[in-house]
């Protein structure tokens, strides 16, 4: 069954051409212009992806806020930012509201449709019994990989499908470093440090908001990130 994916972009000529691209690959699309249209749209059936530009008719930040409203609605809907705005205020702004992926539009479109299509890979490797090791356990933590959840003592996490990939990683193996090509290959996105960073401190944000004394996800300098056994 096509996946469908909603654009929200006020610039006419370049929801077209994302829209074309996409329907190429076989995607059913969307284009909204604004975001109250979108938002009153996915109240009725949330789509099975969301590229989101920032700025959005008068309203500079309308990106940002449609993405948290979304986030609230949903915690495992991919979102990706796709913006002419490309300052690391943004970005980790992006990623802190909860986006997957942090775009900017000189993206090829062959490029675009690849970090797409590698979200919805993770989704359907999800969705699929695994042989070895569908549970995580060390202490407190638990992860199940076929039901996508994260839970520290007994207390679920709400994740991104990002953050989700991310913290099997690092927790697979204790006092094993994960570097950030790692991580990336793991969680099949293409981001530089400082995005790997934001993506590090909202998980940590999230454990915690459930127990204030976590330190479990530890920062080796100049290598990675392990989990502390």
Same mark, same amino acid.
């Given at each position: ?8 972009? +006020? ?41 989101? +530009?920032?700025?959005? %008719? ?113 927790? %697979? ?30 998980? %940590? ?20 990130? %392990?989990?502390?056994?």
């Amino acid at each position: 069954m096509a996946k469908n994916i909603a654009i929200v972009e +006020d610039e006419v000529a370049i929801s077209d051409n994302y829209k074309e691209m996409l329907e190429r690959q076989g995607y059913k699309v969307k284009i909204f212009d604004n975001r109250n249209d979108a938002w009153n749209s996915f109240q009725s059936a949330l789509p099975d992806l969301v590229l989101l +530009d920032i700025g959005l %008719r008068d309203e500079i930040e309308g990106g940002f806020d449609l993405c948290r409203d979304l986030r609230s609605k949903s915690k495992s809907l991919p979102i990706i930012f796709l913006t002419a705005r490309d300052s690391d205020f943004d970005t980790i702004s992006g990623l802190r509201l909860g986006a997957d992926d942090y775009l900017t539009k000189d993206i090829s479109l062959p490029h675009l449709a690849a970090r797409i299509s590698a979200i919805f890979r993770r989704q359907e490797a999800l969705s699929k019994p695994e042989e070895l090791e569908t549970l995580i356990k060390h202490d407190e933590l638990l992860i199940d990989k076929n039901r996508m959840t994260v839970k520290w003592k007994d207390k679920p996490l709400d994740l991104t499908i990002t953050e989700f990939w991310i913290i099997s990683t690092i927790a %697979r193996h204790p006092g094993h470093v994960k570097n950030r090509d790692q991580l990336m290959e793991d969680a099949n996105i293409y981001v530089d440090e400082n995005t790997i960073t934001s993506h590090i401190k909202r998980i %940590r944000k999230k454990f915690i908001a459930i127990d204030q004394y976590f330190d479990h996800i530890e920062t080796v300098y100049g290598m990675g990130y %392990r989990w502390k056994g």
